[in-house]
């Protein structure tokens, strides 16, 4: 006669004996009997919304919860950016990872061009522009490289308008 033990089957997630804690498995359970899923990658170390990732694998409202959170912070950062900049911004693009994370995004910007007819155009563009890059409460390293370009577009301005000042002052001299 053959014995047969109820605990055998083990369904993902439940354990295979009474003192075994539940397996962490995709489609499993988790230890207040909510579904796991599988979350394909961290997409950076040392991320705050990571961290309720255990073995690759989250509740399901974890990953409700951490999409929400991420998007809310990625638009937050973003719509710094388009309202500082003004007519010079275009729309705002965000990033997703494989989870539907939001991972970060961008707002491309327009130079104003520099023209010896108007450099004070292009000065107050550069200078709205380096106020948007650095708007966000913590801007990257691409926010710092546009804001160093702003900066180099407000100083060849600066150039452009002495040398025109220069010109009509010997113009207004010559009359």
């Not at 006669?1 to 498995?25: C, D, E, L, T």
């Amino acid at each position: 006669m053959s014995m047969v033990s109820p605990i055998g089957n083990n369904i993902a997630g439940f354990p295979q004996s009474p003192n075994q804690p539940p397996q962490r498995v995709a489609g499993g359970l988790d230890e207040n009997g909510e579904r796991l899923v599988q979350i394909s990658a961290i997409h950076a170390e040392g991320c705050g919304f990571c961290a309720s990732i255990r073995d690759g694998l989250m509740t399901e409202s974890q990953l409700a919860k951490l999409k929400q959170d991420s998007l809310a912070e990625v638009m937050a950062h973003e719509q710094a950016h388009q309202s500082a900049a003004g007519a010079y911004a275009g729309a705002i693009h965000i990033d997703f990872d494989a989870n539907g994370i939001a991972i970060g995004g961008h707002v491309p910007i327009t130079f104003p061009p520099l023209t010896e007819d108007n450099p004070e155009i292009a000065l107050k563009g550069a200078e709205m522009i380096r106020a948007a890059a650095l708007a966000p409460s913590d801007p990257s390293g691409q926010d710092m490289s546009v804001a160093s370009q702003a900066m180099d577009l407000l100083g060849r301005a600066k150039v452009m308008m002495d040398k025109k000042r220069k010109r009509q002052e010997l113009g207004a001299g010559q009359a």
